[in-house]
């Protein structure tokens, strides 16, 4: 709570500095939009859903032409997490079609033989060498989107998958010894990247970001909520190392 002035200071400096039309489809704008949902959310500003919405309708005719776009990696999708808050706060928005790009993406996205779903579609120069791995960012960008789709439709399969994906990220990316994630895993070589035990600060932050914001939906009931509860119990003791 000590910085949500501070945040809000940033906000309203950034909202001045970068305007909607400006933003692109990546993960960098999405990012930045979750910071503007929290803030409302907090009662520290009144300007992100207006903001938002503003984003969204700027990217808006892109899938809403004859040929829609088609999104192709998780960075990508990601910003379908800020159309469905905004969505959800005012239902005639009028997103569905960049949602219903994201739920087409995320109903068969590129997934490891475990299940896991990979950063990228493997399409163009995105083939090599990064098709086939598993991202640790990828839990924040989709995984978002399904919680925030949660949120609005009350879908509690949304939950399931979520935390699915949870469990299997961490079994493919975090390291038993450190308890922290690596960048990535590939499932070619069965092999994590980098090999060593360096890990990207960043990247840990976004899972446990993800891993909080579904225990605060998980129902006490539910089958996985002790399991993730332990997982992100055991990864924010190991960052506080």
């Not at 009028?94 to 590129?110: F, H, I, V």
Request: glycine share 6%.
């Amino acid at each position: 709570h000590d910085t949500l002035s501070a945040a809000s200071a940033l906000a309203t400096d950034g909202i001045q500095q970068w305007a909607p039309d400006t933003l692109d489809l990546g993960w960098v704008p999405t990012v930045w939009g979750h910071g503007l949902i929290r803030l409302d959310e907090a009662g520290q500003t009144d300007h992100g859903l207006d903001y938002n919405q503003a984003w969204m309708n700027d990217v808006l005719p892109q899938f809403a032409r004859e040929t829609p776009r088609e999104f192709t990696a998780s960075d990508e999708v990601a910003l379908a997490s800020v159309a469905s808050w905004v969505q959800k706060q005012r239902p005639d928005a009028g997103l569905d079609a960049l949602l219903n790009s994201a739920s087409a993406y995320l109903s068969d996205p590129p997934i490891t033989d475990e299940g896991a779903i990979e950063h990228w579609m493997g399409i163009g120069f995105l083939q090599e060498p990064f098709k086939d791995q598993v991202w640790v960012d990828s839990q924040f960008m989709f995984g978002m989107v399904w919680l925030h789709e949660f949120d609005r439709t009350g879908d509690l399969a949304l939950l399931d998958v979520t935390a699915e994906q949870y469990r299997l990220f961490s079994d493919l990316l975090r390291n038993p010894d450190d308890q922290l994630y690596l960048h990535a895993y590939d499932d070619n070589t069965d092999t994590n990247i980098p090999a060593d035990d360096t890990y990207w600060a960043r990247g840990n932050a976004w899972v446990l970001i993800s891993g909080v914001e579904l225990l605060a939906r998980l129902p006490a009931h539910h089958p996985d909520r002790n399991r993730t509860l332990a997982l992100v119990q055991t990864h924010a003791s190991a960052v506080i190392d």
